[in-house]
């Protein structure tokens, strides 16, 4: 019994560390399904609904655990996201779907440039 006790905490926390170091993970995950979907659609009304969608995931992102090191420069970069996606909105709500889909291309070159600090390790 007291061997079991002992090893609880133990059991716990390896239990407790993946969800931990994949705390960015989910909503990453998610945003990458939505970009494709809003370069895909073929309207702007679900180009519109994917783009929410993305802007939703990086709030939540926004709360995540990510290493101290590169949380500013992460931030920096979901920032920066999050604009270009307010762009596209706007520009869909102006009627202009091509000005949008720049805005959406904008979105993948800050994924190329800060998808490096969203990760775990290092």
């Keep these: 019994m007291l061997k079991t006790v002992r090893l609880l905490p133990l059991m716990f926390g ?3 560390l993946p969800a931990l170091a994949g705390d960015l993970e989910q909503p ?6 939505n970009y494709k979907q ?11 609904k994917y783009i929410t969608q993305m802007r ?19 931030l920096e970069g979901l920032n920066e996201v999050q604009g270009e996606l307010d762009a596209s909105l706007a520009a ?12 959406l291309a904008k ?8 998808h490096k600090y969203a990760k775990q390790k290092g």
């Design 92 to 103: 869909l709500k102006a009627g202009d779907e091509a000005k949008a889909r720049e805005h």
């Design 56 to 74: 939703s995931e990086i709030d939540d992102a926004k709360t995540r655990t990510m290493p101290t090191a590169k949380q500013e420069k992460f």
């Design 107 to 114: 979105v993948n070159d800050l994924k190329k440039e800060y």
């Design 14 to 16: 390896l239990i407790t």
């Design 28 to 33: 990453m995950k998610k945003m990458g399904f």
């Design 38 to 48: 809003a370069t895909k659609a073929s309207d702007p009304a679900a180009m519109e």
